[in-house]
């Protein structure tokens, strides 16, 4: 789907220098033009920019400006001050260099494991390649503290290694336990790199070298080595930065050390100050976007093989024995760790208490079943239902990536990675600075801009627009001021009510499009308060009953229930804004104008109600983060699947007679599904895995596993905190189960989906 | 007409550092029903775009587009009533052969018989019976070509559109493929634009070739107007090969039309055009229009010479010019040896003139 003239007015023909900035200046307002003739396009654009805006720049930027901004509102530095002072100094400087050593040192093992994996999947000829690769990413699908668990099991005081079977008095708490802890848990990230780099090296090149005489390792260092330089410079960069962020193991096995994650963790949870937490944050995210940066434009630019080469068919089997044993050796021995430290997370979650009675018991699961259902539920469930929206957005941001051409292209791929590249506390922080209170100039900035796609969307006519921008906007603030105290329950009666004549108006006009779209919306203003009618009830049945795994699962349910259908007011006016634009749009009588005045009237009203877009202790803030975190993931699925269609396929379906609507169902759909599949699988991993940005925005009525286990450590305990670990990777391998199993089914045998991808 | 061009122009906003790209410019052309025309040139001169914007992918900057009298400038690809053949073939690689034949049917609701009966008749055509369970995969690409070419064909479409449809295919399937294409346009009538930098496909091919050049339209004609005589000097060069011979008027008088050339006065008796005396002109001579002897108008001396089999190649300095001559008779079997001084004589009534 290029540029299809969808017809109203020929192209303005070109302006003739190119090079003042007038002409550029003319040249985004043709592009403008064109692109709103695209509507699909425009609104989509619009959709994800918002997206963008609200929950990642948005939230960011709060993230770092607080740092410099002391409670009275003041420019202020105090906690950046604190690294050269003599008092905090020292600390200060420690827990940062601590930081920068862990970072240094998981990133560069971290890679070199990663290398040695890849180099026996591609070149060894590894005996079980397909058991090896599928260990290896075990560590991508669990949560974040899982290693760290179970290497205190095995090797902590009480370690079952180093205790009782050596009888040694082993410190595991540390640099070296985080480290290893740390190596084992990103590895997998290096190892895929490299592998599909050594995959793409062409033998021939190797095979040139040695004809003219070269030696193994001159070959080695001549030819092998500086073509996998960038990626082993991505790798170390990806696992810096992903060993900055980690949380979950720093904090359970860093002991006495400080890092900044934990740092910035303990300003939030233990002092509440967040200028100090933001001050922090910022300090953690220089060097993440540093490398964020000099990885976008440095080290994929330079990736030659990565770009060009395709996996050549046989890769050559190293010839050294010793080489080719010693890497074989390694990799078995690093996914016997790794089976061995995921079984004992198992396995200690059925013994009495670790390091002193190994007796079975079914204690931790039967506490994990019943006092933690609430939060398993929660997680499970939040984590389902930001699932698909993800995936979605994924999708079409890869499609406007791929195939459109605009400005801000940039822009919007940079936002789509930006929110899950940061450190997840630095977004935790944002959300919880961003959405704490009412946000009315925000709010005002979301209304605006809607605003003006709607009119310009809605109706061609200057006139229209000005009278429907007025009046619309007028009425919406008059309703706001001169009802302030409203609720929200009987705001959205009346809405019912409203779309609902609108609903008939449409129908007496034969207006199929209003008459389902106005029906729809007043069902669904109607659903606001009537869901409690289902919803209650469930309430009170689960309180009845026994207290135990169904009493809370039924409790859960009924606000699970209400999720859907009790969107925060500003999210619900936004939705409708972009629903009823293409209604009115549709209308082309006299009639178009009032239906434009109350149809940017009424979402008005919503956006300024209460405290707009106070988010926090919401459901709504967890989805986001989860969406967010997990948005680089399937949108890096969703390009990779569009660059290998040939455009001149959906070409080929229009000139064949179909739209742009029957294109999309019939040939880009069933093309994309498989990089869709993988967009779900990826998104759902990392939503339930996601520790370090939901932790700050759990609340009672909202709990999270992984935040629920670092928070309550002292009362669950070891044996407890594994028994959820494994609940959550377990879920997760049903999920990826469950779809592969679809995928297999859908796409008759056009191949599997590949998980690694989301790592 | 059946198909015109009006002053179709294109040009391409400036990207990255680089300037407007003006892919086509002015071009007119007029093409008749059952006709099938050719546009020819070297890689990145318009064809394409041209082309894609015949079939509504690409929106004209300005200019007229006419099917059959009625302007399509801003009928969306779907609503023309065209169908296209791509490079990439662009075979539906989820949909089986006859799901990928029958995709334009169906998107016009067309009852499952007929839809059956169309697609087993262009089937037969393509000489592909027997294939329609096959996943696209499971084809050679010749058989994917003609794939392509049968969705194309069964929408009965009013123009054919063809984007160097065999340039992935090797020489021998191309030939064939060449003559296959050419048998079923004819004996269906489609009007068919056909895209190619492959001169002799465009000869074997066309009814009219268009020769581009830089988003110009050079020339328009048939393969023998194009070869025999070309309007520029790009089109003489890029079709076959040519030698340029500057020569002089001396005696203007049409029919009578006499040169001076390398010294010799030479007699054009085929030329119409009338041109003064003393005026420069550039003669065009294909190295078959020259002969070689041992004592001929012109001294020579042979540079190289290549013994081809049916012929021979020979590079000979005239008045220390290089120019190419082959020698086609199968009664010459002595070669003029590399050194040799031969004689050389210009067919006067075919070699063509360009002003100069
Ligand atoms: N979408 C586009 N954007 C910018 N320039 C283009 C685009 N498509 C083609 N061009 C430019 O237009 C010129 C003609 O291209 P094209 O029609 O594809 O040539 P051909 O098919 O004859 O090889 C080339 O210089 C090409 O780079
Ligand atoms: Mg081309």
């Known amino acids: ?759 | 007409m059946y198909l015109t061009l009006e002053k179709l122009t294109k040009t391409f906003p400036p990207r990255g550092g680089a300037g407007e790209v003006h892919a086509v410019k002015d071009a007119d052309l007029q093409i008749s029903q059952g006709e099938l025309v050719t546009l020819l040139g070297p890689s990145g001169c318009g064809k394409t775009t041209t082309l894609r914007m015949i079939a509504g992918f690409e929106f004209p900057t300005s200019g007229r587009i006419l099917l059959d009298g009625k302007e399509i400038n801003t009928l969306p690809p779907n609503k023309r009533d065209m169908s296209m053949v791509f490079q990439s073939y662009a075979i539906f690689p989820h949909l089986n052969i006859f799901e990928n034949i029958a995709y334009g049917l169906h998107v016009q609701r067309i009852s499952k018989s007929e839809v059956e009966r169309r697609v087993g008749a262009v089937l037969e055509l393509v000489e592909l019976t027997g294939y329609e369970k096959r996943a696209p995969n499971q084809l050679s690409g010749g058989q994917q070509q003609r794939v392509a070419l049968a969705r194309a064909l069964v929408m009965e479409p009013k123009v054919l559109l063809m984007d160097e449809p065999l340039s992935n295919l090797d020489a021998k399937l191309r030939e064939s493929m060449r003559t296959e294409i050419r048998r079923i346009q004819r004996s269906l009538g489609i009007t068919s634009v056909y895209v190619t930098h492959d001169q002799i496909e465009a000869m074997t091919l066309s009814d009219r070739v268009v020769v581009m050049n830089k988003g110009l339209i050079e020339q328009v004609g048939s393969p023998v107007e194009v070869y025999r005589y070309p309007q520029t000097r790009f089109v003489a060069d890029f079709i076959g090969r040519a030698n340029f011979i500057d020569a002089t008027v001396t005696r203007g008088l049409p029919g009578q039309l006499a040169v001076q050339v390398y010294g010799q006065t030479l007699h054009l008796s085929n030329v119409k055009e009338v041109y003064s005396e003393g005026a420069r002109l550039i003669l065009i001579a294909r190295p078959e229009m020259i002969l070689v002897n041992s004592q001929g108008e012109l001294p020579g001396i042979v540079r190289r010479a290549s013994y081809l089999g049916n012929m021979v190649d020979y590079d000979i300095e005239v008045g220390g010019q290089l120019i190419s001559v082959v020698d086609t008779d199968p009664r010459h079997t002595a070669i003029h040896a590399e050194g040799a001084a031969v004689g050389v004589s210009l067919l006067a009534d075919c070699v063509h003139v360009l002003p100069g």
């Open chain 1, 1 to 759: 789907m290029t540029d299809i003239p969808s017809g109203h007015k020929p192209e303005i023909p070109p302006g003739r220098s190119p090079v003042s900035r007038f002409a550029g200046l003319v040249h985004r307002y043709r592009e403008f033009a064109l692109i709103s003739r695209d509507p699909v396009l425009f609104m989509s654009l619009l959709f994800c920019g918002l997206f963008l805006l609200v929950f990642v720049f948005f939230p960011l930027a709060r993230a770092i400006s607080s740092g410099f901004i002391n409670k009275e509102g003041l420019f202020d530095l105090k906690y950046f001050a604190r690294y050269f002072d003599s008092y905090y100094g020292p600390v200060m400087r420690q827990i940062f260099w601590n930081t920068i050593r862990m970072g240094v040192l998981s990133s560069v093992i971290g890679t070199l494991l990663g290398f040695v994996f890849a180099f026996a999947m591609v070149r060894c000829q590894i005996p079980g390649k397909r058991w090896v690769h599928l260990i290896a990413m075990v560590p991508t699908v669990s949560p974040p503290f899982a290693i760290a668990l179970s290497t205190i099991l095995l090797f902590g005081r009480n370690g079952l290694i180093t205790k009782q079977l050596l009888g040694l008095n082993y410190n595991v708490y540390g640099m070296q336990g985080l480290v290893f802890v740390q190596v084992i848990t990103f590895f997998t990230v290096s190892y895929l790199i490299l592998r599909a780099m050594l995959e793409r090296l062409n033998p021939a090149m190797e095979e040139a070298a040695e004809s003219l005489g070269a030696g193994r390792f001159h070959v080695f260092r001549t030819i092998i080595l500086p073509l996998l330089i960038p990626g082993l410079a991505g790798s170390v960069l990806l696992l810096f930065v992903e060993s900055l962020a980690d949380l979950g193991n720093p904090m359970f096995i860093a002991g006495n050390m400080t890092v900044l994650s934990t740092q910035i963790f303990l300003a939030v949870i233990g002092e509440y100050d967040y200028q100090k937490a933001s001050a922090l944050a910022f300090v953690l995210l220089v060097p993440t976007l540093f490398v964020f940066l000099v990885q976008r434009y440095y080290v994929n630019r330079r990736s030659y093989i990565s770009v060009t080469g395709k996996p050549s068919g046989s890769a050559p089997v190293e010839k050294s024995r010793l080489i080719r044993w010693t890497c074989i050796a390694i990799t078995y021995l690093g996914c016997i760790f790794i089976i061995l430290l995921y079984a004992t997370v198992v396995y200690s979650s059925f013994t009495s208490a670790w390091g002193v009675n190994y007796a079975p018991t079914l204690r931790w699961w039967n506490d994990a079943l019943t006092r933690g259902v609430e939060a398993i539920l929660d997680t499970t469930f939040l984590s389902a239902l930001g699932t698909p929206v993800a995936a979605l957005i994924g999708m079409v941001i890869a499609f406007l990536i791929v195939r459109k051409k605009f400005s801000g292209k940039e822009i919007l791929d940079f936002g789509s990675n930006l929110g899950g590249a940061v450190p997840g506390t630095i977004l935790g922080i944002g959300f919880i600075l961003a959405f704490k209170k009412g946000r009315v100039v925000m709010a005002s900035i979301l209304y605006a801009i809607l605003a003006l796609f709607f009119i310009f969307f809605a109706t061609p006519s200057r006139r229209e627009q000005v009278i429907m921008l007025i009046l619309g906007t007028g009425i919406g603030l008059a309703v706001h001021f001169l009802a302030p105290q409203l609720g929200l329950k009987p705001l959205m009666y009346t809405y019912s009510g409203i779309y609902l004549g609108l609903a008939v108006i449409s129908l007496v006009r034969r207006r199929k499009l209003g008459f389902y779209t106005f029906l729809g919306i007043a069902a669904y203003s109607a659903l606001f308060n009537l869901v409690d009618i289902i919803a209650v009830p469930i309430a009170v049945a689960g309180r009845n009953m026994e207290r135990g795994f169904w009493s809370s699962a039924l409790y859960q349910m009924a606000d699970y229930i209400k999720v859907p259908f009790q969107l925060s007011p500003v999210l619900l006016g936004m939705a409708l804004l972009f629903i009823t634009a293409l209604v009115v749009r549709s209308e082309n009588s006299r009639l178009r104008l009032p239906l434009g005045v109350i149809a940017l009237a009424l979402p008005c009203v919503l956006f300024y109600h209460g405290m707009p877009l106070a988010l926090t202790s919401t459901p709504y803030i967890i989805l986001a983060a989860y969406i967010v975190r997990s948005l680089p993931a399937s949108v890096r699925a969703g390009v990779a699947a569009l660059q290998q269609i040939d455009p001149s396929i959906e070409e080929a379906s229009q000139i064949l007679g179909a739209d742009a609507q029957y294109t999309f169902r019939k040939v880009t759909l069933p093309l994309i599904l498989p990089a869709l599949l993988a967009g779900l699988i990826f998104s759902f991993t990392r939503h339930m895995t996601s520790l370090s940005a939901i932790i700050f925005l759990v609340t009672a009525r909202w709990r999270i596993v992984t935040a629920s286990i670092m928070s309550d450590f002292e009362q669950v305990g070891l044996m407890g905190a594994s028994a959820y670990s494994t609940i959550i990777i377990v879920l997760v391998l049903i999920a990826i189960g469950v779809i592969n199993l679809i995928t297999r089914r859908v796409l008759r045998g056009r191949g599997d989906v590949d998980i690694s991808m989301g790592a």
